[in-house]
């Protein structure tokens, strides 16, 4: 499987939903870095299961167990290997479904690709479970990041057809005032989202939605051009977040409603610095960074694990058939999602920062 992301940094995630534990190892960090694991655990949190209405009641606690790289508060330059055990599991409930995939899941293409052998219960290490891991990762490089001067954060744009209009100027992303809670800058537009989740719930079905991830502080010249762009890079580990289906930079699709002079970035001096009147390229030209801002949007798909009854066929009979999912699972991913989009930014921009460190 491919599970390992990195140039710079080794991040390797294995496990499975219903495992005796998920986990992760990251390699190449150099040796020294400082370690919050307070504000690491915090930052777990919010991610977390079973915390909200608005989420699985599936409760797992999400302490990570170190087992090598960090002593007395420092990476100490050996790879980082940690642990999150599962404690809360039902794989009961998923009997019914080993011969009849899920609508929406990676049952019926790991059925193909691995032949009855990938551990199915929960979705197995297709789980969006497995983010956990990621966010142990993402924890410590956005900690890595911010002593650099580096933060990163994100908020939920839309769920259904609740849209938060509140428009943050993309050359100040006012991170501090994004809710950790339910990070949608307008209450009321929070209330209308929410509603539109319970509602999903109360229905036996579910609703996706937009996140958007900022990263202010980034200096210009990191990436590389074509394959190695920062877009790539990026985007190549949000994908790996389960539900991702889209990811765009800057103005994204609506650039292409927009003429050239509109769209370009206009450039002007500010003392040793270079910037931008706008920032529609989203910090990033040629793969590279231009000392912007990075903005980026992730578009969260439905949670397919709905409770209403689906069509399916039995991979047995080749038959169809209706399955009816049980389970603990969200009527919306995005609000746990937010975490998960700027972990995934934190280590691909943490990345890039090494490179950019050792080329100097």
Request: aromatic fraction near 8%.
């Amino acid at each position: 499987m491919s599970s390992t992301y990195g140039e710079m940094i080794k991040l390797s995630i294995f496990g499975e939903s219903h495992g005796a534990a998920i986990g992760m190892t990251l390699d190449g960090v150099p040796a020294g870095l400082p370690v919050d694991f307070d504000k690491l655990q915090e930052f777990l949190n919010r991610r977390a299961p079973g915390q909200n209405d608005w989420s699985t009641p599936r409760r797992e606690e999400d302490r990570p167990e170190f087992l090598s790289g960090i002593l007395n508060g420092f990476t100490t330059g050996a790879p980082i290997a940690a642990i999150i055990r599962n404690t809360n599991t039902r794989s009961g409930d998923y009997n019914n479904l080993k011969n009849c995939p899920r609508p929406g899941h990676a049952d019926y293409t790991a059925q193909v690709k691995y032949r009855g052998f990938q551990d199915a219960a929960g979705g197995g290490h297709f789980s969006g479970r497995l983010t956990a891991p990621l966010c142990i990762a993402g924890g410590l490089c956005k900690q890595w990041l911010e002593n650099e001067g580096v933060r990163i954060g994100a908020r939920i744009v839309s769920i259904s057809d609740a849209i938060d209009n509140y428009e943050p100027d993309s050359l100040d992303c006012e991170l501090d005032q994004i809710p950790k809670d339910f990070p949608v800058f307008t209450a009321s537009v929070a209330e209308q989202m929410k509603q539109r989740i319970a509602q999903a719930r109360a229905e036996g079905d579910s609703v996706g939605g937009v996140i958007e991830c900022y990263a202010e502080g980034v200096p210009a010249g990191l990436g590389e051009p074509m394959f190695g762009g920062m877009e790539s890079r990026i985007a190549q580990i949000v994908y790996g977040i389960p539900a991702v289906k889209c990811v765009e930079f800057g103005a994204g699709e609506f650039a292409s409603f927009l003429t050239g002079s509109q769209n370009n970035d206009r450039f002007f001096p500010a003392g040793d610095e270079i910037k931008t009147t706008t920032n529609h390229c989203g910090g990033i030209l040629g793969g590279i960074t231009n000392g912007m801002p990075i903005l980026f949007r992730a578009v969260i798909k439905p949670t397919p694990s709905i409770s209403k009854p689906q069509q399916t066929v039995n991979l047995e009979t080749g038959e169809r058939t209706v399955i009816q999912i049980k389970g603990r699972h969200d009527p919306c991913i995005v609000p746990r999602a937010v975490p998960v989009v700027e972990a995934a930014a934190a280590i691909a921009i943490f990345d890039a920062w090494l490179e950019f460190k050792a080329r100097r």
